[in-house]
């Protein structure tokens, strides 16, 4: 598996994408779970359209195959990969508060490689969850950290730790805030027009430390020519709303900016195990 993976890896991006594009209608063809899972999610959204969903299945095969390229390729050569970047105004006006930052990259886009474009110009820590197959955690790892600029911790108590501790260090910190969280770490608030469980983490976090919260994603540009790294703050909370609420709603907007790039395949409605569905 880590040879295959190795190989894939030094594919240029073009051939990837297009690899993984293909990829992408293999997988869809095959699994009624799989299409089932894209449809309700964009029906939720009010996203139904034929050529959407087509693109959604090509794009979501791209961020497959390229993960690989993106965790194994040396640093430089990846955070080269962004061409484009917009908002960075937004992080050096944070960095003047000298509280931190707290960085949120939703599953849209290229989210690694987001990760990688950041650490490139400023120290960050991020947290994640195992993946499914174990074999790959000390690929994702190694892709993960990359020396002093990039650390990964665990989605637990002592990643929690961690992140505070870079925060109160005035470095940024990097979630997945569209994640569904365990018992006891989130909140029932509409996301697409349905309850999705979200987590209070960043909220959390942003009130403890004075953390600015900004969203970001990489944008995949076509024919492989890389990716746009953008990045703006959340929306100001409407009057009597909630922070998971005014999460959701941010983003919200940035899904629909691109729709086509989000993982629509996620179960991002799913009940967590002990936790009390919405109503219930």
């Known amino acids: 598996m880590q040879f295959l993976l190795r190989l894939v890896a030094c594919l240029p991006l073009p051939l990837l994408h ?38 959604i299945v090509c794009e979501t095969g ?21 061409v484009e970047a917009s908002g960075w105004e937004h992080v050096d006006s944070a960095a003047k508060l000298g509280k931190g930052l707290i960085l949120l990259t939703p599953h849209l886009g290229c989210w690694e490689v987001s990760g990688q474009y950041i650490a490139s110009r400023i120290p960050i820590t991020v947290m994640y969850a195992p993946p499914n197959l174990k074999s ?30 870079a925060l109160k260090r005035g470095e940024a910190i990097g979630i997945l805030p569209d994640q569904v969280p365990g018992v006891g770490e989130g909140e029932w608030t509409e996301f697409f027009g349905r ?56 983003l919200e907007r940035f899904i629909r900016r691109c729709p086509e790039q989000y993982l629509w395949s996620y179960n991002r409605y799913k009940v967590p195990a002990g936790v009390r569905p919405p109503g219930g």
């Not at 690899?19 to 997988?27: D, E, M």
């Not at 390229?66 to 990969?81: F, Q, Y």
């Not at 892709?143 to 990643?159: E, I, L």
């Not at 999705?196 to 942003?206: E, F, H, K, N, P």
């Open 136 to 165: 790959l955690e000390p690929l994702m790892q190694a892709g993960r950290n990359r020396g002093a600029t990039m650390n990964s911790v665990p989605a637990d108590m002592r990643g929690v730790r961690a992140m505070l501790k």
């Open 195 to 250: 309850p999705a469980y979200t987590m209070t983490l960043v909220g959390r976090l942003a009130e403890q430390t004075g953390a600015p919260v900004l969203l970001c994603y990489s944008r995949r540009l076509s024919w492989g020519r890389g990716y746009r790294f953008e990045i703006e703050p959340l929306l100001d909370a409407r009057e009597g709303e909630s922070p998971v609420r005014t999460l959701n709603r941010s």
């Open 18 to 55: 297009a690899i993984g594009a293909s990829l992408g209608w293999i997988v869809y063809l095959a699994s009624p779970r799989y299409r089932r899972m894209i449809g309700h999610n964009l029906h939720s959204a009010g996203l139904g359209s034929a050529r959407l969903r087509a693109s």
């Open 62 to 82: 791209k961020g497959a195959l390229e993960i690989p390229a993106i965790w194994l390729r040396p640093h430089r050569d990846v955070a080269a990969l962004v």
